[in-house]
């Protein structure tokens, strides 16, 4: 029997899907996992990492210092 495949999910794509689950919370996991074509399971673990709001915060300011040290 064959493994499925993993899918690694990029920081953007976390926090997207954060952002979607934000912007309606009466609507239940179930539903929006459905609504995303996310596993429940998926779904909760990336909601429940609130680190990814830092790390996302910590390599847009990494990169804004290289953007603007170029001239």
Sequence with gaps: M????????????????????????????GDAARHLGLPVSTLCIILSKEEICLQAHKCRSTNEKRKSGRE
């Design 2 to 29: 064959a493994r499925p495949i993993k899918v690694m999910r990029t920081l953007d794509e976390q926090l997207k899907i954060s952002k979607v689950v934000g912007r309606n919370p009466c609507e239940k996991q």
